[in-house]
Nanobody, 127 residues
Framework: QVPLVESGGGSVQSGGSLTLSCKASVPTYTAYSMAWFRQAPGKEREAVATIDSLRTTTYTDSVKGRFTISQDNVKNTLVLEMNSLKSEDTAMYYC?????????????????????WGQGTQVTVSS
């Protein structure tokens, strides 16, 4: 069973909106953090938005004020609302969860700290 399944990606024009959802088969309340990452062709995977167990959120500078991350522990779902989309937001978007205590507290690599990953959903923004 795939632990994380993303949905909601698609093609949209610049300035448009999309909402990504991630359904988890593991209880999201057990996660130290959940996050959305993205990877564009030829570029490294980057963290777009994160939310921790205290509901503290972080965003990469390029999406601040445009994206909103939220987590529903009843539905075991992570959501990323994306507004005012730009062509540079085009990428494969991945949902991730950090439930491994050792990796979360001791690993310094921001990607390795997350031990569950979805298969990704493509977002394409045309100008």
């Amino acid at each position: 069973q795939v632990p994380l399944v993303e949905s909601g990606g698609g093609s949209v024009q610049s300035g448009g909106s999309l909402t990504l959802s991630c359904k988890a088969s593991v209880p999201t309340y057990t996660a130290y953090s959940m996050a959305w990452f993205r990877q564009a062709p030829g570029k490294e995977r980057e963290a777009v938005a994160t939310i921790d167990s205290l509901r503290t959120t972080t965003y990469t500078d390029s999406v601040k004020g445009r994206f909103t991350i939220s987590q529903d522990n009843v539905k075991n779902t992570l959501v990323l609302e994306m507004n005012s989309l730009k062509s540079e937001d085009t990428a494969m978007y991945y949902c991730a969860a950090a439930t491994d205590k050792t990796r979360w507290f001791y690993d310094t690599d921001p990607i390795r700290r997350y031990n569950y990953w979805g298969q990704g959903t493509q977002v394409t923004v045309s100008s």
